[in-house]
Structures are given as C-alpha cells and as structure tokens.
C-alpha cells in the first residue's frame, strides 16, 4: 500500500518536470522559426551565420527533462534500483547545475560576462522579462527546484522500500500445503484406505 502511494506521487512529481520539458521545447521551437525568420529563412545553423546559443541551450534543457521524465516513469512502475540510481543521478545533477547557476548570477556582478554573446538576441529579451517580472519568476523557479527535490526524495524512499515481489509459480505455496496432506491415509484402489478398512470391520462385528 506504501509502496504503490509513493509509485503514484512520484509519477505525478515527476509528470510535473516532462511539462515543464515540453513547455521549453516548444518555446525553444517558437525562437527557432523567429530567428529564421530574421535570417531570411536561412538553414538553421548555417555557417554564414553565428550559432544562437541560447536557443540551442534552451532546447537542450527542454529534451533533457523530457528523458528524465521517461526515466522516472520507468523508475517508478517497475521499482527496479538500476532505474532508480540512475534517475537520482540525473535529477541530483541536474539541481547541482541549477545551483551552480543560480549562485554565479546573485554571487558574481560581472555575470554576464561568463556567458558569450547571442546573436539572436533571446537570451537579453529573457533577461529583461525575467527582470519586469522577477516576483513571478522567481516563485515559478523555487516551483521548479522542488518538484526536482521532492522527486529526488521520493525516489530515495522508493529504493528504500524496495521493489515487488512476485510469485513465479504455485510450487512456493507447495510446502505450505505439505503439512496436511502427510497425515493422511495412503490410498490403495484395491483395498480402499485405513479408514474404510475399519468401518468395514466395524459393520461386520455389529453382525
């Protein structure tokens, strides 16, 4: 019963993380079509051009999510522990580098400068939303790092509780039933059991 309420809450943690996956690759398909359109419908990735690095940052973010999200998924239904390690690696790496950037941008006052410059464009526009609506920002983010923290947890508690266990066949339930059958009468068709030996015996002396 345990077991099957942390499976559920972890698919519903971890559902949480694949939505915020799709809602950056869709967002990170929306500023591909934009700079194309900027480049005149240019191959993406052209060499006449510079790389948007953020573009291909973001949508890198969103796919990986979205593995980790298949991951858990996996983790979580099946129980196994190679699954589970492996997806506590990848949520346990994921909230270090949202850390270490995290503490780069309100630690370091030249935090600009780390990152290189984007051509498109995007990455300022970013900035400057998430500056006129920090409050709103940063309550989505503490949301975000949670849902990753919780999923981590429950996924530990999981491994702790172990998976299932299932029976293959009847033959383990064999020896319990064992016990009673060595108590009975040895059958023998031509002349019956013990007992109806003596009930024969019984009704023959009455006469």
């Not at 559920?8 to 967002?27: D, E, F, H, Q, T």
């Not at 780390?114 to 309550?139: A, H, M, Q, R, T």
């Not at 429950?154 to 339930?173: I, N, Q, T, W």
Request: net charge negative.
């Amino acid at each position: 019963m345990v077991r099957s309420c942390i499976q559920s809450l972890l698919k519903l943690v971890n559902s949480i993380i694949g939505m915020v996956g799709i809602a950056m690759i869709l967002y990170a398909l929306w500023m591909i079509r934009v700079w194309q359109r900027r480049m005149d419908g240019s191959p993406f990735g052209s060499p006449d051009f510079p790389t948007p690095w953020f573009i291909y940052t973001f949508l890198g973010l969103g796919i990986t999510l979205s593995v980790i999200t298949c991951a858990g998924h996996i983790a979580a239904e099946t129980a196994n522990c190679f699954c589970l390690y492996l997806y506590m690696a990848f949520v346990f790496l994921l909230l270090m580098v949202e850390g270490a950037v995290t503490a780069d941008v309100f630690l370091n006052r030249d935090w600009k400068e780390d990152f290189p410059e984007d051509p498109s464009g995007e990455f300022s526009d970013f900035i400057n939303f998430v500056k006129l609506n920090f409050v709103f920002c940063k309550w989505i983010a503490l949301s975000i790092v949670f849902v990753q923290g919780l999923s981590f947890l429950l996924a530990v508690v999981l491994r702790v509780l172990g998976p299932h266990r299932y029976y293959d066949s009847d033959d383990e339930y064999a020896s319990d039933r064992h016990p009673l059958l060595q108590n009975s009468p040895p059958y023998d068709p031509r002349h019956g059991t013990r007992n109806d030996n003596w009930n024969f015996y019984k009704q023959f002396s009455h006469r």
